[in-house]
């Protein structure tokens, strides 16, 4: 009888592309691997997961977790963002109601409500049907992925990207860009992104910057700004921005008194100077250096009594 040889497995085009690569265009082994690696990693699911009765969950690029709030405050317990909290309201209500909205962006200075408004948002509308996805920023890149997985769910899903900045136009900076302005790969109006970062424009703007545009400029090249603005449009794909300021100190002892009383304690003129002393070595007043204040004097007197 004639003996056949062995039939090797036909190789997949990914294997073939590397191949033809690595011999023709020299490419580097390092290359391979990682273009390798983003193919197997494209082929995963996402976990689900145990269940679909908490309202907040977080996405690790691979799987997504039930995750407990830990923040308890409400709306009503944020002051001195009534403009930020009443757009940010008003923009879920549309969203929740299956009318036009816009992704949202909340930038500004530290510590002052930016996290905490968006927590209080999920906790006033979670009976209505509203749920949140937390994602780290270096995962952006899978929310393809992620989207898949609840492209049926019946809920409405909030993306939450906290401290949100790139240290250049990367792989996560393009997925994200690709994904707003209603370019996600959602039924329309199941998913939104709330974003809160630092930086306005979300990338780092260096001084590098203005000279390569002056130099190219010199140079001759009639759209010299053009590369800079591309860097910079990323802000501008989130249809609301809300800035955040810090605050005065009127508005921080406003805060100190009105957590003092929930608490059943008055804030004498002693304490108000301790409050205020706190923050100055601190270096700042918020709304977070208010509380840890609270938190340190109130947890004594209630040890003490």
Not at 8 to 37: F, G, W, Y
Not at 78 to 106: M, S, V
Not at 245 to 262: C, G, K, N, S
């Amino acid at each position: 009888m004639p003996t056949h040889p062995l039939r090797r497995p036909p190789e997949c085009s990914l294997v073939n592309n590397l191949k033809h690569a690595t011999n023709e265009d020299n490419m580097p082994t390092s290359e391979i691997l990682n273009q390798l690696a983003r193919a197997l990693s494209e082929r995963k699911t996402v976990q689900p997961p145990t269940h679909w009765d908490t309202a907040a969950y977080r996405f690790d690029g691979s799987a997504l977790t039930n995750l407990t709030p830990t923040s308890s405050q409400t709306l009503d317990q944020l002051q001195g963002i009534d403009r930020q909290k009443n757009a940010l309201i008003a923009n879920t209500r549309q969203f929740l109601a299956g009318l036009p909205c816009n992704h949202a962006l909340l930038t500004g200075a530290r510590g002052n409500g930016k996290s905490s408004l968006i927590a209080a948002v999920l906790q006033q509308f979670k009976d209505q049907g509203l749920r949140l996805i937390e994602v780290a920023p270096a995962h952006l890149s899978e929310l393809p992925k992620l989207l898949e997985l609840i492209k049926d769910r019946e809920e409405k899903f909030i993306v939450f990207c906290d401290d949100l900045s790139f240290k250049s136009d990367d792989e996560n900076t393009r997925a994200l860009k690709s994904r707003l302005e209603g370019a996600l790969d959602a039924p329309d109006g199941q998913v939104l992104i709330y974003a809160t970062s630092n930086r306005r424009h979300l990338l780092p703007q260096l001084m590098q910057d203005n000279l390569q545009t002056l130099d190219a400029t010199v140079a001759g090249e009639i759209n010299a700004q053009e590369p800079l603005d591309e860097r910079l449009s990323l802000a501008e794909r989130f249809g609301l921005w809300l800035a955040f300021h810090p605050m005065d100190q009127a508005l921080y002892l406003e805060i100190v008194e009105a957590r003092f009383e929930e608490a059943g304690f008055t804030l004498d003129a002693p304490t108000r100077t301790l409050a205020t002393r706190f923050a100055t070595q601190r270096g700042n007043r918020s709304g977070r250096i208010a509380a840890q204040f609270c938190r340190e004097w109130i947890g004594r007197a209630l040890l003490d009594s």
